[in-house]
């Protein structure tokens, strides 16, 4: 009798244990219902949820695309000391060292060690070979997945954009937006930074930057967020940099870590010659 009633017992358990997981099933196929929220409710959400570390470590695969479509990949090995520096040892896919970077707010180290080569420079070096309008913070929160500083005198707008299912925050009007983005002949003529909030984590999903200076524009798409604590950091990113030309940069991590010490190594061979751009 014990047998009979724990089988049916056993039955049961089982009969609930797997309609609950069609629940969840169906649940998560669900829309949510994006509730519209203030600029001043989203940007705290977002600050938040903004990804915190001291160093990072991490491998990655890169794939660089430009206008003519001639495609160049790699592998880097990454790490960062969080405001302070970006280091990265490159590599083919024979897993031979080819360059290595050094990257801080107001420096930019490279050394080519198939041509015995290094240069010292600044962010001028980067943004004339990207055609971009980047800084040291802004490189950072870019491929950790943050958001750039709200200056506080911005004018920001918020609301819920319903063909994304996403909030979407900005410091210029969303018809602005979709007009540079419909090619019409009013372009962003003010500095902006455009983001796209997931309702449920508050993580960027998609972003846009745009300078007053030029008609450069960076956008970027972030995907497959993974949990680092009770932290999110997206694993796939894509950025699209137009500005004369255009250049795509998908970006795979693998292995990251966080929290341990970690050095910078960047020691210039004596034989090394050096160039200017």
């Known amino acids: 009798m014990n047998k009979i009633t724990l089988g049916k017992w056993l039955m049961v358990i089982t009969a609930i244990l797997f309609f609950y997981s069609c629940k969840v099933q169906e649940k998560e ?17 977002l600050l938040q949820h903004e990804f915190k570390f001291e160093y990072l470590s991490a491998k990655a695969t890169v794939e660089l695309t430009d206008t003519a479509g001639k495609e160049t990949s790699f592998k880097t090995h990454i790490r ?29 180290k490279l050394m080519n060690r198939t041509k015995n080569e290094y240069f010292i420079g600044d962010f001028e070096y980067i943004n004339k070979l990207f055609g971009s309008d980047l800084d040291y913070q802004m490189l950072e929160a870019l491929i950790i997945g943050n958001s750039l500083e709200f200056e506080m005198d911005d004018k920001i707008y918020a609301k819920v954009d319903r063909k994304k299912d996403l909030y979407y925050l900005s410091t210029i009007k969303k018809r602005k937006i979709k007009k540079e983005f419909e090619k019409e002949k ?20 998609e972003i846009l930057l745009s300078t007053a200076e ?59 010659e050096q160039i200017t751009q």
């Not at 196929?29 to 959400?45: G, Q």
């Not at 970006?86 to 060292?97: A, D, H, K, R, Y």
């Not at 455009?194 to 960027?204: A, G, M």
Request: no cysteine.
């Open 80 to 108: 960062v000391k969080q405001d302070s520096a970006i280091w990265m040892s490159i590599t083919p896919l024979l897993g031979i060292e080819m360059a290595r970077v050094m990257i801080t707010k107001d420096s930019v």
């Open 186 to 205: 009013e372009k962003i003529n003010e500095q902006a930074q455009v983001l796209w909030l997931d309702p449920i984590t508050f993580k960027i999903k």
């Open 214 to 272: 030029s008609e450069n524009t960076l956008t970027g798409v972030y995907s497959d967020y993974e949990e680092h604590g009770s932290q999110l950091l997206p694993y796939s990113l894509n950025f699209t940099l137009k500005s004369k030309s255009t250049v795509v940069i998908n970006v795979e991590y693998s292995k990251l870590s966080l929290g341990k010490s970690l050095t910078f190594p960047f020691k210039i061979p004596s034989k090394y």
């Open 29 to 45: 196929n669900v829309k949510v219902k994006i509730k519209p929220r203030s600029s001043k409710f989203l940007v705290n959400k």
